[in-house]
């Protein structure tokens, strides 16, 4: 499977600023595949190191600071010569050794000649704490699930040299439009998680997919009490057991008391973060004006949690694979589609989506794109666009409006209609 973030990895390699590379992701994303795989195809050669299978690394950075000392134990353990520029090194569960993460630092300052890339599980738990890592000594880079580019890549290579082609307001043939719906309702179905997507490849077999959710749901819930610290992992599991619900509300703003009967702010508020910095979920605020910038706008105690991967969600509802593919209405079918746009979206813009709601109306996303402000709506079916979200378009004559549903690519007035399935593309289509 070809992953985008090969892209940043290769502009990080060739960066004279290059800073050792931490990659932050939920478990099960494919980082490592992604270290090894960019090791084995970008230098001469690549050693691999791993904190949770190896203990005794732990003393090698426990007692030495000085970084080309580090790197000649390493260099005895793996049995070769470590040469800088030529040989990337990995370090992989890197949170279970603290003073090595803390160790970069010094080859950022000391030895920056030699290429340096670590990921670790959960790891996002452990920088949300700043004494934990070396700030500002370090390059991050997010890893999410497949987005829905990198699965019809994955699945369909010549309907992705199609979607790859598609450019701004270009007409999308009918019997293209209809492939690339069942793509996406396909998407829906098996969702990012590189384990589901490589069986989808190999089996084309829905209960093994079923069966890969299920157990993936299991290891999460596991890790709660295996990783929480000082958080409380029953809370945690509570707070995520509860993201169905929430989201099936008229109104999916987060309410504590649908955790637990008269749940309050300081009861989940920890656990809450945890699982965002976690990368298990995906926090959207509410904002209190649609100006540029959005985030000084943001009301802290109004937000949405999403989970980071569609097809986890969609097994999490228990949503039957025929109500996806034979167009019915369900429920839960409008969070299922927003959950999908927004993990699209996660990742493609420099500013995070937030949404708007108040008295007058609701916009589901807001996306702020240079000094822009541009409203989103998303729409399950063909159904065109909500009072609110035309009233604001008409009034505001925002420069982009995108209403994303199941109808044709066009221009509607001041609306921008993409299907669905673009919504990974929508900020090389604006």
Not at 36 to 41: H, L, P, Q, T, V
Not at 331 to 337: A, E, H, I, N, Y
Not at 369 to 395: H, L, M, W
Not at 399 to 422: E, H, Q
Request: charged residues 25%; aromatic residues 12%; proline residues 4%.
């Amino acid at each position: 499977m070809k992953r985008n973030a090969i892209e940043s990895l290769i502009k990080w390699k060739a960066d004279c600023e290059r800073k050792p590379m931490v990659l932050k992701g939920a478990r099960q994303v494919g980082k490592t595949w992604l270290m090894k795989e960019f090791g084995k195809n970008y230098y001469d050669d690549y050693v691999y190191f791993n904190f949770d299978e190896e203990d005794s690394l732990n003393s090698i950075f426990k007692h030495n600071k000085n970084p080309y000392r580090i790197l000649e134990l390493l260099s005895m353990l793996a049995g070769k010569k470590i040469l800088p520029e030529k040989t990337l090194v990995i370090f992989d569960e890197i949170q279970e050794c603290p003073e090595a993460l803390n160790c970069l630092k010094y080859f950022k300052e000391n030895a920056n000649e030699y290429h340096i890339i670590t990921a670790g599980s959960l790891l996002g738990t452990l920088l949300a704490q700043p004494k934990s890592y070396p700030v500002g000594m370090v390059n991050i880079l997010n890893i999410y699930p497949l987005s829905f580019d990198e699965f019809l890549n994955a699945v369909d290579e010549s309907l992705f040299l199609y979607y790859k082609s598609i450019t701004r307001e270009q007409v999308i043939e009918e019997i293209f439009h209809k492939r690339l719906l069942e793509a996406y309702n396909n998407y829906l179905i098996i969702g990012g998680m590189p384990e589901c997507v490589d069986s989808w490849l190999k089996y084309k077999d829905p209960a093994m997919i079923l069966k890969i959710q299920r157990e993936l749901i299991e290891v999460y819930e596991n890790d709660f009490s295996k990783h929480s610290g000082k958080v409380n992992s029953g809370r945690i599991l509570m707070v995520f057991r509860s993201i169905v619900t929430q989201l099936a509300k008229p109104n999916e703003k987060f309410i504590y008391g649908a955790v637990r009967e008269g749940g309050r702010a300081r009861d989940f508020e920890e656990a809450i973060e945890w699982l965002v910095s976690a990368g298990m979920l995906n926090r959207v605020y509410n904002v209190s004006k649609l100006e540029h910038p959005v985030s000084a706008f943001e009301i802290r105690d109004h937000f949405k949690l999403f989970v980071f991967d569609t097809g986890l969600l969609k097994y999490m509802a228990g949503i039957d694979n025929s109500a996806i593919l034979l167009k019915s209405d369900y429920q839960f079918k409008g969070p299922l589609t927003e959950n999908f746009v927004l993990q699209q979206l996660s990742g493609q813009f420099e500013i995070a989506p937030r949404y708007y709601s108040n008295r007058n109306g609701e916009l589901d996303f807001v996306q702020q794109y240079k000094t822009e402000i541009i409203p989103i709506e998303v729409k399950a079916g063909e159904d065109r666009a909500a009072a609110s979200f035309k009233k604001y378009v008409n009034e505001k004559q925002p420069l982009y409006a995108v209403r994303f549903s199941k109808r044709g690519y066009k221009k509607d007035g001041n609306i921008t209609n993409m299907p669905l399935y673009l919504a990974s593309k929508m900020k090389e289509l604006l």
